[in-house]
């Protein structure tokens, strides 16, 4: 077997191990499933991994659009007050005590999305994960 896939961020790689090794991690698909994936990427669908980590095809618009890495603070500010969480995160980092958090609040020019600043406010707000990213997700749309 020469063909390989791994998912990078969402996102279906090939790797030809005659070309080079393929990284770990990466499965190995068939030449009949690689030219399958490829033709329907070819007509507009996306490859994307199933739940056991598989490749599939999907419409483009099934497909949730990736969660920036960064959005800048008056992003995070208002995707925030847009979902009604604005009052209680001020409120929660007002009262955590935590130097970090509070300073990277009222000074941080950007937040990342897996910094330790945003996974704690996410916690005492009782978001989840895909929570966080669909706020990130709003939160890049948003333009002054």
Known sequence: ??????????????????????????????????????????????????AHGNPMIADQASVSPPVPDVVSRFQARMALRNAGHFDAAEAAIRSSGNDLLIEAWDSAVEFRRMSPSILTLGTALGLSKADIDNLFRAAAQITA
């Open 1 to 50: 077997m020469s063909l390989y896939i791994k998912f990078n961020d969402g996102r279906a790689e090939f790797f030809d191990s005659r070309l080079m090794p393929p990284p770990e991690g990466a499965a190995p698909i068939s030449a009949k499933d690689h030219a399958a994936l490829m033709a329907a990427q070819g007509s507009g669908k996306v490859i994307i991994a199933d």
